[in-house]
């Protein structure tokens, strides 16, 4: 499902952050070796300041190299020996450093304006798609994945999944085999090593097509969320497990 939300919801593995790790600020060197590799720093920033000047670069091309080097010109900066900050090579550094700085909030902002882009550009994709379209024309409010019915809850809420038509998704739910019957329901379950799923998952569902132990599920197989029913599990124990009903 994709629904309007934060751009930081939908893109949080897409950020970047500037943090000094308790390792390199307390760092120490000595100050001829700090002052050697200060200038290396510096030239490396300058060298990505340069493209981004010139235009070969945007400035969220470069900004995890200079996030990087921002860091450990920090550390050696507080390592250095009074000669060196009196040169004007340093002189010219510290310039650079500040032209630096000028462009990770640049590239930043691009970044910003990259992921709302990439959302707003989804959002209108996957409001054009045939399958938000058949959603809507049964009554959903929008598409859900069987397969991600624990982060759709996570999300949006519990009672938002019965607003959902849910879909056999690729990354995970493709991979539903048949593993029990428990009249009148057929429980699914998935492995954690499975596509995308990640851990063990099962699903009951309800009204669904003949199948044998070990069938997938119906990849065009279109679902509503019932709720959560307590099934006795293949050891007798039993377990909570999440509804759907097959829809014809």
């Given at each position: 499902?994709?629904?309007?939300?934060?751009?930081?919801?939908?893109?949080?593995?897409?950020?970047?952050?500037?943090?000094?790790?308790?390792?390199l600020a307390d760092w120490?060197?000595?100050?001829?070796?700090?002052?050697?590799?200060?200038?290396?720093?510096?030239?490396?920033?300058?060298?990505d300041v340069t493209d981004v000047q010139n235009?070969?670069?945007m400035a969220m091309d470069v900004l995890p190299?200079?996030?990087?080097?921002?860091?450990?010109?920090?550390?050696?900066h507080k390592n250095l020996a009074q000669p060196s900050l009196s040169s004007p090579d340093y002189a010219h550094c510290e310039s650079v450093v500040s032209q630096a700085k000028d462009v990770v909030a640049k590239g930043s902002a691009e970044n910003d304006e990259a992921m709302d882009q990439h959302f707003r550009q989804a959002q209108t994709e996957h409001l054009n798609s045939p399958e938000y379209k058949r959603a809507r024309s049964l009554g959903f409010t929008d598409v859900g994945e069987i397969g991600d019915l624990d982060q759709h809850a996570e999300l949006d809420g519990e009672a938002n999944l019965k607003t959902l038509m849910i879909t056999v998704d690729f990354g995970c739910g493709r991979h539903f085999?048949?593993?029990?019957?428990v009249k009148p329901y057929v429980v699914y379950t998935v492995r954690r090593s499975d596509g995308s799923c990640g851990v063990y998952k099962h699903v009951?569902?309800?009204?669904?097509?003949?199948?044998?132990?070990?069938?997938?599920?119906?990849?065009?197989?279109?679902f509503q969320y019932v709720g959560w029913k307590k099934l006795a599990g293949a050891d007798g124990f039993p377990i909570d497990v999440r509804v759907v009903k097959a829809l014809k």
């Open positions: 499902m994709l629904t309007v939300a934060p751009a930081s919801r939908l893109f949080c593995a897409i950020t970047f952050a500037v943090v000094m790790t308790p390792a120490e060197e000595p100050p001829e070796y700090a002052w050697k590799t200060y200038l290396s720093d510096c030239q490396q920033l300058q060298r235009g070969r670069k190299n200079i996030q990087s080097f921002l860091r450990t010109i920090t550390v050696h085999r048949a593993a029990q019957y009951a569902v309800l009204g669904g097509e003949t199948v044998e132990r070990g069938d997938y599920i119906n990849p065009k197989g279109v």
